[in-house]
């Protein structure tokens, strides 16, 4: 597994901003039948409500996209600990 990279949120909304973010991100770099869910994923503004909830009772919510043996994950995780060490407030 390798860390691609992280970002400290203190809100859902802005966690899954990030998420959202980064999945443009891998979307660009996949093949077009694999970006499609991701690209359909940023857009849906259901699950996103459905992922706040979710990041709110404190549950870690994961998109996950495979592309072959690959898998990106990209998550929050409420009152994680970031790379260095610190937490929010």
Known sequence: MLW????ACWTPEQALAWIGWRAGHV???LDDH?????RAWIQDHAEHQRAS???ARGI???????????????AATPG??????????
Do not use: K
């Open 27 to 29: 979307a660009d770099q």
């Open 60 to 74: 870690t919510y994961a998109l996950v996209v495979c592309d072959g043996s690959v898998q990106f994950v990209l």
């Open 4 to 7: 691609l990279g992280g970002q």
């Open 80 to 89: 994680a600990f970031d790379p260095d060490g610190e937490s929010p407030p």
């Open 34 to 38: 694999v970006a499609r869910p991701v």
């Open 53 to 55: 909830g979710q990041l």
